[in-house]
């Protein structure tokens, strides 16, 4: 089970870091993605860091503003959001993914999950 936290409501242009941790087992040596869903809208793809952190994938819409790393002491990965604007206002989902893959494959695999945590609102507003 992976356990997402750090959302909040922030002002545009603010900063936000997200945390996902598992319960039960080690992320460590896994690919980790973060995706969000914003109301009516389909679940998406943010940013990946792949097994071994020597790939890293983000979409689009976030690169140069988002930065995504991994603790290994602490066992998490974690979602650094800068500049954030009110289209980043979503439920944020982390995900998990075993097979030792890049990141951008990782993220592929991870988009087709039935299942997902709680997640994290984050909410972009004045």
């Known amino acids: 089970q992976l356990v997402e936290s750090g959302g909040g409501l922030v002002q545009p242009g603010g900063s936000l870091r997200l945390s996902c941790a598992a319960s039960g087992f080690a992320l460590n040596y896994n690919a980790v993605g973060w995706f969000r869903q914003a109301p009516g809208k389909e679940r998406e793809g943010v940013s990946c860091i792949g097994a071994g952190d020597s790939t890293f994938w983000y979409a689009d819409s976030v690169k140069g503003r988002f930065t995504i790393s991994r603790d290994h002491g602490k066992h998490r990965v974690y979602l650094q959001m800068n500049n954030l604007q009110p289209e980043d206002t979503a439920v944020y989902y982390c995900?998990?993914?075993?097979?030792?893959?890049?990141?951008?494959?990782?993220?592929?695999?991870?988009?087709?999950?039935?299942?997902w945590g709680q997640g994290t609102q984050v909410t972009v507003s004045s």
């Open positions: 995900a998990t993914e075993s097979r030792g893959l890049p990141a951008a494959q990782a993220i592929e695999v991870m988009s087709a999950y039935d299942h």
